[in-house]
Nanobody, 124 residues
Framework: QVQLVESGGGLVQAGGSLRLSCAASGRTFSSYALGWFRQAPGKEREFVVA????????YYADSVKGRFTISRDNAKNTVYLQMNSLKPEDTAVYYC?????????????????WGQGTQVTVSS
């Protein structure tokens, strides 16, 4: 079992930045690929970014490429999502997810564990 707890969400103006954190507990963190997903009101949960357990492979959604950066610190069992140049359309609940294995995936069904989510609101 892996428990994931997100933090760092909040209200920010368009063009601003936020850094989300996802702290993991349970099994060996470094054995898991990690991802961030988001869900806006009235919309389905969508892929944002995912990274391998080593950090060697990373995939970004086109909508966030160049603005968001994922990083992980396996020693601290924490993954981060640095979000810059935020837009109102980035408003959503952001979820951290983990899957056992090296390869990062972009599908919701590929992940075994989910956090409770943290709200990000970007005002125009």
């Amino acid at each position: 079992q892996v428990q994931l707890v997100e933090s760092g969400g909040g209200l920010v103006q368009a063009g601003g930045s936020l850094r989300l954190s996802c702290a993991a507990s349970g099994r060996t963190f470094s054995s898991y690929a990690l991802g961030w997903f988001r869900q806006a009101p009235g919309k389905e949960r969508e892929f944002v970014v995912a990274t391998s357990w080593s950090g060697g492979s990373t995939y970004y959604a086109d909508s966030v490429k160049g603005r968001f950066t994922i990083s992980r610190d396996n020693a601290k069992n924490t993954v981060y999502l640095q979000m810059n140049s935020l837009k109102p359309e980035d408003t959503a609940v952001y979820y951290c997810a983990a899957r056992l294995g090296e390869r990062p995936k972009m599908g919701l069904q590929d992940y075994d564990y989910w956090g409770q989510g943290t709200q990000v609101t970007v005002s125009s």
